[in-house]
């Protein structure tokens, strides 16, 4: 058989690879694969009166934003809220109209828009504060 695929497959995006078998056999084999945007972490949390602060590490390379979610739910299954900031150099959100006493739940994920299609990393480990 012979693989043949499109070049640039390193970087984020959706791509196809073909499989043609040569003979005896007969026929070929297309599958589609997607390549997303490498994930961080979330570097610190600080709350103040129904606020609180965010930071995350910088990923500059194949990413174009970041998506912040936080919730009350420790499983994240209800009530969850999303942030997203649009530009790769930002590392850091303020998050207002907190509940006072609550513990808040938090994870976040890299963006990378391309061709009108975004692509999300994996998210990452999740994070809690109680907030003042």
């Known amino acids: 058989y012979s693989v043949s695929y ?3 497959c390193k970087k984020v995006g ?7 078998f040569k ?6 084999y297309t599958k589609t694969f997607k390549i997303n945007p490498r994930g961080t972490s979330v570097k610190s ?20 934003g970041y998506q912040i979610q936080y919730t009350t ?8 809220k999303t942030k997203t900031v649009s530009k790769n150099s930002t590392t850091s959100a303020t998050l207002g109209s ?17 061709k009108g299609h975004t692509y999300y990393s994996a998210y ?9």
Do not use: H, M, N
């Open 45 to 64: 949390l600080k709350a103040s009166k129904k606020k609180l602060s965010v930071k995350w590490s910088k990923q500059s390379k194949e990413t174009s």
């Open 98 to 114: 907190l509940k006072s006493k609550k513990k808040y739940y938090f994870k976040v994920r890299c963006s990378k828009t391309v």
């Open 6 to 8: 499109a070049s640039g």
């Open 73 to 80: 739910d420790a499983k994240f299954k209800k009530s969850i």
């Open 124 to 132: 990452s480990k999740i994070k809690s504060i109680k907030i003042k």
């Open 23 to 28: 003979k005896p056999y007969s026929g070929s």
């Open 14 to 20: 959706t791509y196809k690879v073909k499989i043609t």
